[in-house]
C-alpha cells in the first residue's frame, strides 16, 4: 500500500471543525493530517509544506492568494473558500494557469451550494461541448430562508436574528445581507461556465440600509429594525402581483446582477424551502427547459462532506495515476522481455 496522503487544514471554524470529525470517523488510512491552524495557532506533526494537500476551510483573503503558489507547486487544493475563483479574474486565472502547468487539482465544490453537483455539471456541460447560455439561481441558504419565511407577520429584522441565533446567517448578517457572499458564487460559476466575467462588472442590491452598514459589529442588533419598514413595502409591492420575495443571482447575456426579484409560484427558482439552493442553467443543450438543480446549499456538515468528496476524487485519481504508471512500467518491462524474445 502507498504511503497516506499528508494533508494541511486551515480554518478550525464550523467547517474545519466538521471536516475533522468527518475524516476521523472516515478513518481511511489513506489520508493524515499533518498540519492544522487558524488565525490563532498552529498545531503541526509536519511542517505544512510537506502536505500534498491543503483544505482551506478559511474566509481568509490571505490564504486564498496561496492558492495558485501551493498548486504551481504540484499541492492540491481543496476549499470552501470563495475567495480563490470567486475574487479577482486574475486570481481565478492564476488559479487556472497553475492547475495546467503542475498538474494539481483545485477542489471547489463546496464554494457554490455546499457541494451541490452545480459546477461538476457545469463543466461536464461544456467539457461535453456544449455552450452555456446563463445562469440563474438562489444561491444563498440563508437569504432563502429569509424569504422563505417573510410573510408580513413577523418584522424581517426579528427573522435575521432568528436565522443569525439558528446559524443559518454569518455571525455578522450585513455579509449575507449586501448581496456579496452571493456575488462571489456568481462569480465561480459563471467562470466555470466559461466566462471571463471581472468582479466589478456584477451589479450587486444590497439589503443593507445605509444606518445598519455604518454600524459596529457591537451595535448591529439596534440597526436591525432599519430593514424592516423597506422590506414591508418591497414585500406589499410582491403580493399585489401575487407574487414572493427572493434574492436571485443571474448571468445572461454578458450581464450578471445580484438582488431582490419578486416570482410567482410554479417559476423553477422559487420552488423548495428551508435553506435550499436552486440553480437553472440554460445551454445549447437545455435551451427550451433549464436544467434545474436543487437541494440544501448550506451547512457546515454539508460543505465538510462536499470537502472531503474532492479530497477523495483526488486520492482516487492519484492512485489511478499511480496504477497506469505500474502498469506502463510492467508493460515496458514486458515490451523489452518480447524484444529479447524475437532477435
Ligand atoms: N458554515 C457554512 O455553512 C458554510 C457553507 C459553505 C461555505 N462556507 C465557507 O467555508 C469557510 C469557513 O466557514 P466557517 O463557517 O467555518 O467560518 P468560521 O467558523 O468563521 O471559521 C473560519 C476559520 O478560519 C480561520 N482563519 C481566519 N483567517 C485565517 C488565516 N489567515 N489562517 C488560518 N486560519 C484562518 C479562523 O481562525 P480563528 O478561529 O482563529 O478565528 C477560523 O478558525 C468560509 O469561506 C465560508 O464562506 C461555510
Redesign the pocket.
Known amino acids: 500500500m502507498s504511503a497516506p496522503l499528508p494533508i494541511a487544514l486551515?480554518?478550525?471554524?464550523?467547517?474545519?471543525?466538521?471536516v475533522l470529525a468527518r475524516l476521523e470517523r472516515f478513518a481511511d488510512a489513506s489520508l493524515v493530517v499533518v498540519h492544522v491552524?487558524?488565525?490563532?495557532?498552529e498545531w503541526s506533526d509536519l511542517d505544512a509544506d510537506a502536505a500534498q494537500i491543503v483544505l482551506?476551510?478559511?474566509?481568509?483573503d490571505?490564504?486564498a492568494a496561496r492558492h495558485a503558489e501551493w498548486l504551481a507547486r504540484g499541492v492540491h487544493v481543496v476549499?470552501?473558500?470563495?475567495?480563490g475563483r470567486g475574487a479577482s479574474l486574475a486570481r481565478a486565472d492564476a488559479i487556472e494557469q497553475a492547475c495546467i502547468a503542475s498538474g494539481a487539482r483545485y477542489g471547489d465544490a463546496?464554494?457554490v451550494g455546499?457541494g451541490l453537483p452545480l459546477l461538476r455539471s457545469l463543466r461536464a456541460l461544456r467539457a461535453g461541448g456544449d455552450a452555456i447560455h446563463g445562469v440563474a439561481g438562489v444561491l444563498s441558504?440563508s437569504l432563502a430562508w429569509l424569504f422563505a419565511h417573510f410573510d408580513g407577520r413577523v418584522p424581517f429584522s426579528t427573522l435575521v436574528r432568528e436565522a443569525r441565533a439558528a446559524?443559518y446567517t454569518?455571525?455578522d448578517p450585513r455579509i449575507d445581507l449586501s448581496g456579496e457572499?452571493v456575488r462571489r458564487k456568481l462569480l465561480i460559476l459563471a467562470r466555470a461556465a466559461g466566462v471571463a466575467l471581472e468582479a466589478d462588472t456584477v451589479q450587486v442590491e444590497s439589503l443593507v440600509p445605509d444606518a445598519l452598514a455604518a454600524a459596529d459589529l457591537d451595535a448591529i442588533d439596534e440597526q436591525l429594525a432599519t430593514l424592516d419598514a423597506p422590506m414591508q413595502s418591497l414585500l406589499d409591492a410582491a403580493r399585489e402581483t401575487g407574487a414572493r420575495l427572493h434574492f436571485v443571482a443571474r448571468w445572461h447575456d454578458g450581464v450578471a446582477r445580484v438582488g431582490l426579484e419578486t416570482l410567482v409560484a410554479g417559476h423553477p427558482l422559487a420552488a423548495g424551502g428551508g435553506t435550499d439552493n436552486r440553480v437553472a442553467i440554460r445551454s445549447a443543450r437545455y435551451a427550451g427547459q433549464p436544467l434545474v438543480i436543487q437541494g440544501p446549499?448550506?451547512?457546515?456538515d454539508?460543505?465538510a462532506a462536499a470537502m472531503l468528496d474532492d479530497v477523495l476524487a483526488i486520492r482516487d485519481a492519484l492512485r489511478g495515476a499511480q496504477a497506469i504508471r505500474s502498469v506502463a512500467t510492467s508493460s515496458k518491462n514486458a515490451s523489452i522481455g518480447w524484444g529479447r524474445l524475437i532477435a
Open positions: 486551515y480554518g478550525t471554524g464550523q467547517v474545519g471543525r466538521a491552524e487558524n488565525s490563532r495557532h482551506d476551510a478559511t474566509a481568509s490571505t490564504v476549499t470552501a473558500n470563495k475567495l463546496a464554494t455546499a441558504g446559524g454569518e455571525p457572499d446549499g448550506a451547512g457546515a454539508v460543505t
